[in-house]
Nanobody, 120 residues
Framework: QVRLVESGGGSVQAGGSLRLSCAASRFRYGGYCMAWFRQAPGKEREEVADIDSDGITTYADSVKGRFTISQDVAKNTVLLQMNSLKPEDTAMYYC??????????????WGQGTQVTVSS
């Protein structure tokens, strides 16, 4: 079955940067939509960014200009570069995938999550 494993989370000061990675196994990357979600305690899960099979990206307004999603098809990996981090970015971050060439918002595959904590 498809497995997604996130890594790269940690604790940083406000203004710092982190790069999250999502490695996919038993997964043919081509034709998939990949996305990053996050969920903070007491808040709804929200989509942070996604990237479709054409490399077209979409970002939540809250992270636009600070976060960058990218993909390495050969490595079956999707990255989330997070710059200028703010305390409100603190959340568990999840990688998600959908067997669709374009992102529609439905993600049957999920990683276990990696914690990002941003302190002031």
């Amino acid at each position: 079955q498809v497995r997604l494993v996130e890594s790269g989370g940690g604790s940083v000061q406000a203004g710092g940067s982190l790069r999250l990675s999502c490695a996919a196994s038993r997964f043919r990357y081509g034709g998939y939509c990949m996305a990053w979600f996050r969920q903070a305690p007491g808040k709804e899960r929200e989509e942070v960014a996604d990237i479709d099979s054409d490399g077209i990206t979409t970002y939540a307004d809250s992270v636009k200009g600070r976060f960058t999603i990218s993909q390495d098809v050969a490595k079956n990996t999707v990255l989330l570069q997070m710059n200028s981090l703010k305390p409100e970015d603190t959340a568990m971050y999840y990688c998600a995938a959908a067997p669709s060439a374009y992102c529609t918002g439905a993600y049957p595959y999920w990683g276990q999550g990696t914690q990002v904590t941003v302190s002031s």
